[in-house]
Structures are given as C-alpha cells and as structure tokens.
C-alpha cells in the first residue's frame, strides 16, 4: 500500500467505529496513533522532496527564460544586419528553450498542485490524530477511574477490613474491663472507709456503756 493510499484510509477511517469493534480499544487507539505519527513523518519527508524539486524546476525555468531571451536578442541582431538566415537558427534556438520552459512549467505546476493536495490531507490527518490522542486520553482516565474503584470495592469486601474491626472491638472491650476494675476499685474503697468509720464509733459507744456500768458498781461498793 503506498504512502498516500495509506493516508487516505486513515483520514477517511472511523475511529468510534474501529473502537467499538476492539476488543482492547486502547491499544487500538494506541496503533492508530503511532500509524498516524508515522505516516505523518513520511509525508514530511515526501513534502520536503517537493520543495526541493520545485526549486530545481525553478533554477531550470529560470535558465531557459534567461537562454530564450539571449536567443532573442541574437535574432534581433541578425534581422538588423540583414543575416535572416541567422536570425531563423537563433529563433530557432529560442523556440527550443520557449518549449522546455512551457514543459518545465507544466511540471512545476502539477508539482505545486500535489504539495497542496498534500498539505490539505495533512492537515486533515493532524485532526485526526487530535481526535485519536482526545479518546486515548479518555480511555486511560476511564480505565484508571474503573481500577480505582474495582480496588475499593475490593478492600470493601476485604477479609482484612472484618479482621481490623474485629481487633477494634476486642480493643474496645478491654477498655471496657479496665474502666470497669477502675469503677469496681473506687466503689470498694468507699465501702471500706465506711465500714472502718463505724467501726471506730461502735469501739467507742462500746467504752462508754463500759465506763457507765464500772461507775454504778463503784458507786453500790461505796454505799
């Protein structure tokens, strides 16, 4: 397949269909993009050839423009020394040159048309590769966003997420046991405090009725 049928194709190519067809669209946008690229590079080269061309036809046109017109004047020349006859070879000779102009220009010409054939396909081919890197930048941010949240939904399900609040509620738990032996701690000691207190009242009513009853048997001894 030559470099402009190629070309051809890709500009006319419908990227959404081939896509849709893919059974991995993004390397097949990838393909598209670096087939583009190289064609690209190809018709830089080709048009580079052009306008190499195009300037030797116009050192050529140049030359024989230059050449007809010298012929010219020798046949003026001749005319005026009454030399017909060497006015027709000079005539002749600008004939020549006239001719291969005419041939040179032709040439030009289709040369000039074809380079911008080619810049108007290049510049459709560049639109197309736009449109190319546009849906495989799409592509990339859609496959990246559906990893992220096949990963999430993942770790949702994950064995490691019950572990981990499994281990916080056992956690938890222990906190629990510890402020309730805190709580037990502080009820035990008010009750302890309480006991001991009466404890010290009841020795001392206990004294009391003691001195009482040795003060009435006191008090009968005397009597």
Same mark, same amino acid.
């Not at 195009?54 to 009454?82: G, I, P, Y």
């Given at each position: 397949?030559?470099?402009?049928?190629?070309?051809?194709?890709?500009?006319?190519?419908?990227?959404?269909?081939?896509?849709?067809?893919?059974?991995?669209?993004?390397?097949?946008?990838?393909?598209?993009?670096?087939?583009?690229?190289?064609?690209?590079?190809?018709?830089?080269?080709?048009?580079?050839?052009?306008?190499?061309?195009?300037?030797?036809?116009?050192?050529?046109?140049?030359?024989?423009? #230059?050449?007809? /017109?010298?012929?010219?004047? *020798? &046949?003026?020349?001749?005319?005026?020394?009454? %030399?017909? @006859?060497? !006015?027709?070879?000079?005539?002749?000779?600008?004939?020549?040159?006239?001719?291969?102009?005419?041939?040179?220009?032709?040439?030009?010409?289709?040369?000039?048309?074809?380079?911008?054939?080619?810049?108007?396909?290049?510049?459709?081919?560049?639109?197309?590769?736009?449109?190319?890197?546009?849906?495989?930048?799409?592509?990339?941010?859609? #496959?990246?966003? /559906?990893?992220?949240?096949? *990963? &999430?939904?993942?770790?949702?399900?994950?064995? %490691?997420? @019950?572990? !981990?609040?499994?281990?916080?509620?056992?956690?938890?738990?222990?906190?629990?046991?510890?402020?309730?032996?805190?709580?037990?701690?502080?009820?035990?000691?008010?009750?302890?405090?309480?006991?001991?207190?009466?404890?010290?009242?009841?020795?001392?009513?206990?004294?009391?009725?003691?001195?009482?009853?040795?003060?009435?048997?006191?008090? #009968?001894?005397? /009597?």
């Amino acid at each position: 397949m030559s470099m402009f049928s190629r070309m051809t194709d890709i500009v006319q190519a419908n990227i959404n269909a081939m896509l849709d067809k893919a059974e991995d669209p993004e390397k097949v946008v990838r393909l598209i993009i670096q087939e583009m690229e190289e064609t690209l590079v190809e018709i830089r080269s080709e048009a580079a050839k052009f306008i190499a061309e195009q300037k030797h036809l116009t050192r050529q046109l140049e030359k024989c423009e #230059k050449e007809a /017109a010298n012929w010219q004047e *020798k &046949a003026q020349l001749a005319v005026d020394r009454d %030399k017909d @006859e060497l !006015a027709r070879a000079a005539l002749a000779e600008k004939q020549r040159y006239t001719q291969k102009a005419e041939a040179l220009q032709q040439q030009y010409d289709t040369l000039t048309e074809s380079l911008s054939k080619l810049q108007d396909d290049t510049g459709r081919l560049n639109a197309k590769l736009s449109e190319a890197k546009a849906k495989q930048k799409s592509l990339v941010s859609r #496959k990246h966003s /559906a990893a992220v949240r096949l *990963k &999430a939904k993942n770790v949702e399900h994950s064995s %490691k997420i @019950e572990n !981990a609040m499994s281990r916080f509620e056992q956690y938890e738990q222990r906190i629990d046991n510890l402020e309730a032996q805190v709580d037990a701690y502080d009820i035990t000691s008010h009750n302890g405090e309480a006991s001991s207190l009466e404890a010290e009242f009841k020795t001392l009513e206990g004294n009391d009725a003691i001195d009482k009853e040795l003060a009435e048997l006191k008090k #009968k001894k005397a /009597a």
